[in-house]
């Protein structure tokens, strides 16, 4: 994990989401004591978004069908 000084920041791995019909959500989910969403995103299909984790979130959900590509691999998520 990489530290950005400039900004106190801690910088995290990125993960890339394709979207494979229309009306795919991802919700961004915070770190700490208690898990709260705090970001939600839509993507229709075709449409491409990449997350990072960062030190406000831990934790992305997708709902919907889509590709979900990571440094670990890639795997589809869905129905």
């Not at 770190?31 to 984790?53: A, C, N, P, S, Y």
């Amino acid at each position: 994990m990489e530290t950005d000084l400039t900004r106190g920041e801690v910088l995290g791995d990125f993960i890339m989401v394709k979207a494979l019909e229309d009306g795919v959500t991802i919700i961004g989910l915070t770190r700490g004591k208690e898990t709260r969403f705090h970001h939600t995103e839509k993507l229709d299909q075709g449409e491409v978004m990449i997350f990072q984790f960062t030190q406000h979130t831990s934790a992305i959900k997708i709902r919907g069908k889509a590709e979900i590509f990571t440094k670990h691999g890639q795997m589809v998520a869905g129905r």
